[in-house]
C-alpha cells in the first residue's frame, strides 16, 4: 500500500480475509484501498463489515478496537475530502460509539458535511437526515445533563441553531419545520435560563404552533389533520404557560409582544377546524386584548366559516366587534369597513329562505346601520361598488319575498335598495329607470290591495 500497488495490496487481503474473516483490522485495509482507488462503495461495504464484526464480538475489547477503526476511517475519508463515504463512516461512529461527547463530535461534523453537500450542489437538503441528527444529539444531551457534564450548554446552543436556521429554511414542507422548531426549543431548554433564552423559547412554540397549522392546512387525511391541529393547541397552551413566566402581557409588564394575537389566532383556527364548542370564549379573551385590531377579529371571521368548519353566528359576532373597532377608530377606513359591512350582510342574508321574511330582520337591521353610516359619516366616501352590491342584494331580496306573497316586507326591501340607490353615482343612470317604475309598480300594487280590502270590510 505504501508502494501504492493496490493490485497486489488486494491479493493478500483476499488471502488474509480466507485465514479471518472476522479481523476488523483486515476490512479497516480493504477500506483504506477503496478510499485510495475511489471505490467508494467498497469502501462504505468494509465499514460496515467492520461495524458487524464489532458489535457481533462477546469481547468488550474487540468491540472497542473495532469502534476506533471507524473512527479513523471516518478521519481518513474526511482527510481526502470523500465525502460521501465519510458521512457513512460518521453515521457508523455515531451508531456504535458510547461515548457522548465523541458522538455529539460527529453529528456536528456530520451537519456541516450534509450542509456543505446541499450547498455544493444546489439539491434539496435531506432534512430527514437531519431530524435524526437532531433526535441523537438530544438524546446524548439529556444523557449528559444527568451526570452535570459542563460540556452540556456550549453544545446544546450549537444544535439550537442548528434546528433553527434549518426550520426557517424547511418551506416546503410545514411539517419538518415544526418539528424543527420544537427541536430548537428543546435545545433551548438545556441552556441557560437567562431572559433572552426563554424569549426565544417562547419565539421557537409560536412558530411551532405557525407550523402545525399551516401542516394541517395542506393535509387531506382526518387522522394526520387531527393530531397537527392539537399539536397546535398543545404549543399554544406551552407558549402561554412561558409567557407568564416571563412576564410579558401582565399588567406591569415592560415587554411588548405581538405574539399573543398570533396564538389567539392559530387556537381560534385550531378549534374551529376541530369542532370545539368553546369558540365563544377564545373571541371574548381575544376581544379583552388592549392590542387586537379590527383586522384581527376579520381573520376570526374568516376562519369560522373555512371549510370544513362553518360557525355562521361566531363569524357574525367576530365582524360584528371588527365594524365596531373600526368605528371606534380615529379615522375611520371606510374601505375596510365595508368590506365587513360586505361579509355581514352576506352571512345575514344566508339564513331561511328566500321567501322567508322573519329570517331576513336580522340583515334588514345591519342594512339600516350602513345606510346611516354612508349619509353620516361617510359621506362620497363609501366605495360605490359595495353600495351597488348592497342595493342588488337588497333589490333582489324584496323581489324575491314580494313574489311570494310577503308584500309589505318585499316593498319595505325594495325601498331599502331605492334609497341606497340615490347614493350611487357612475352607475346610478344603468338602474334608475328600471327600479323606479318596478318601485311604482309595487307601491300600486300595494296601494290596490289595501283599497281591497277596506272595500271588503
Not at 359595495?386 to 325594495?414: D, P, R, Y
Not at 329607470?433 to 280590502?453: F, S
Request: aromatic share 6%; charged share 25%; proline share 1%.
Amino acid at each position: 500500500m505504501n508502494l501504492q500497488d493496490y493490485e497486489k495490496a488486494k491479493e493478500v487481503i483476499v488471502k488474509a480475509e480466507q485465514s479471518d474473516p472476522d479481523s476488523p483490522v483486515i476490512q479497516f485495509y480493504k477500506f483504506k484501498i477503496a478510499l485510495a482507488e475511489g471505490q467508494d462503495v467498497v469502501a462504505v461495504d468494509a465499514m460496515t463489515k467492520i461495524s458487524e464484526v464489532g458489535s457481533n464480538q462477546d469481547n468488550d475489547v474487540a468491540e472497542t478496537n473495532a469502534h476506533g477503526l471507524i473512527c479513523l476511517a471516518a478521519q481518513l475519508a474526511l482527510e481526502q475530502k470523500n465525502h460521501n463515504v465519510a458521512v457513512s463512516a460518521l453515521e457508523k461512529v455515531v451508531a456504535s460509539s458510547a461515548d457522548n461527547q465523541q458522538v455529539l463530535t460527529s453529528l456536528r461534523c456530520l451537519t456541516r458535511l450534509k450542509l456543505t453537500q446541499s450547498t455544493d450542489s444546489g439539491a434539496k437538503k435531506d432534512y430527514s437526515s437531519f431530524l435524526l441528527y437532531l433526535q441523537t444529539a438530544l438524546d446524548r444531551l439529556n444523557q449528559m445533563e444527568l451526570v452535570s457534564d459542563s460540556n452540556v450548554q456550549t453544545e446544546a446552543a450549537w444544535f439550537m441553531k442548528i434546528a433553527w436556521n434549518l426550520a426557517l429554511e424547511s418551506t416546503d414542507c410545514c411539517a419538518e419545520m415544526q418539528e424543527l422548531f420544537l427541536f430548537c426549543y428543546k435545545f433551548s431548554c438545556l441552556c441557560l435560563m437567562e431572559s433572552s433564552n426563554l424569549v426565544r423559547q417562547k419565539n421557537c412554540l409560536v412558530m411551532a404552533a405557525a407550523s402545525a397549522v399551516q401542516a394541517a392546512r395542506e393535509q387531506i387525511s382526518g387522522d394526520e389533520k387531527t393530531k397537527l391541529l392539537r399539536q397546535c393547541l398543545g404549543h399554544v397552551d406551552a407558549c402561554r404557560v412561558l409567557r407568564k413566566k416571563i412576564g410579558i402581557g401582565g399588567l406591569n409588564s415592560s415587554l411588548k409582544d405581538e405574539s399573543i394575537l398570533l396564538l389567539a389566532l392559530y387556537e381560534f383556527e385550531a378549534k374551529a377546524q376541530l369542532g370545539d364548542s368553546d369558540l365563544c370564549f377564545c373571541l371574548d379573551a381575544a376581544e379583552a386584548l388592549l392590542n387586537a385590531d379590527p383586522g384581527t377579529f376579520e381573520s376570526f371571521a374568516a376562519l369560522a366559516v373555512e371549510p370544513p368548519a362553518y360557525h355562521r353566528e361566531i363569524s357574525m359576532r367576530a365582524l360584528r366587534i371588527a365594524i365596531k373597532k373600526h368605528l371606534a377608530m380615529d379615522v375611520i377606513d371606510i374601505t375596510k369597513l365595508s368590506k365587513a359591512f360586505h361579509s355581514l350582510v352576506h352571512h345575514a342574508l344566508s339564513s331561511g329562505s328566500s321567501s322567508d321574511a322573519g329570517s331576513k330582520e336580522e340583515a334588514f337591521a345591519v342594512y339600516q346601520d350602513i345606510c346611516k353610516i354612508i349619509e353620516n359619516q361617510a359621506k362620497g366616501c363609501y366605495p360605490e361598488i359595495q353600495i351597488l352590491w348592497l342595493m342588488t342584494k337588497a333589490w333582489n331580496c324584496g323581489v324575491n319575498l314580494f313574489s311570494a306573497g310577503g308584500h309589505e316586507a318585499g316593498e319595505k326591501w325594495c325601498g331599502l335598495a331605492m334609497r341606497l340607490l340615490h347614493h350611487l353615482s357612475t352607475f346610478k343612470c344603468n338602474y334608475q329607470d328600471k327600479m323606479t317604475k318596478v318601485y311604482g309598480d309595487i307601491l300600486d300594487r300595494m296601494e290596490r290591495n289595501t283599497l281591497k280590502g277596506q272595500v271588503e270590510e
